[in-house]
């Protein structure tokens, strides 16, 4: 059984920089990019070809897929941090990045948020240009933020867990802030 810390930030937040950061400091810590573990289920049952179009699937095919990979997740062993999303952007509007059934099976100790300047964000993007982005704008980005918040709290509601943002202006001391938490 492991102990999920949930890691979250939108797309350009810098959550790799900042959890391999944190990772370095934290000894006997393991990492999973939630969206990573779909894909690798949907890639099984080639349902798609790549990560972007994960969000272009029915609900309840991309919520089997986050049961499948929430299952393998907390069958591991020691302290696992899920990099996810908290909220997806689609053209239906906002899903959750973990469902609550999904949230319970997790059962996560500690919710992080790592939020940045919207325009710093934007710029991240702008050079990212490998990937299909649904919020494009400092204003969209904006919104995608109090959605995230306010899906962290319930969250935390369901499972008792804390919930704690981390601002990423400095990568170094945003590493060392969440290394502290996992420790």
């Known amino acids: 059984m492991s102990d999920v810390y949930v890691v979250a930030g939108l797309s ?18 393991k990492r999973v990019n939630f969206g990573d573990a779909i894909l690798e289920e949907a890639l099984k049952q ?25 299952k393998n997740i907390s069958e591991m062993e020691g302290k696992v941090v ?26 996560p100790k500690r919710i992080i948020i790592l939020e940045a300047d919207p325009g710093d964000i934007l710029k991240r993007r702008i050079l990212d240009r490998g990937r299909a982005r649904v919020d494009e704008s400092l204003e969209e980005i904006e ?6 918040r306010a899906a962290a709290i319930a969250m935390a509601i369901q499972v008792g867990a804390p919930v704690k943002i981390i601002r990423n202006d400095v990568v170094e001391e945003a590493g060392e802030e969440l290394a502290k938490l996992l420790s």
Do not use: C, M
């Not at 179009?53 to 986050?66: A, F, K």
């Not at 899920?82 to 609550?100: A, E, F, N, R, S």
């Open 12 to 29: 350009g937040v810098g959550k790799s920089s900042v959890v391999n950061r944190a990772l370095a400091q934290a000894s006997e810590v």
């Open 143 to 148: 919104e995608h933020f109090d959605f995230d």
């Open 46 to 70: 080639n349902l798609v070809e790549n990560r972007d179009e994960l969000r272009l699937l029915e609900t309840e095919v991309q919520r089997e897929l986050q049961a499948r990979a929430a």
């Open 82 to 107: 899920v990099d996810t999303h908290l909220t997806i952007p689609t053209p239906d509007g906002y899903v959750p990045g973990i469902p609550v059934d999904i949230l319970v099976s997790l059962n």
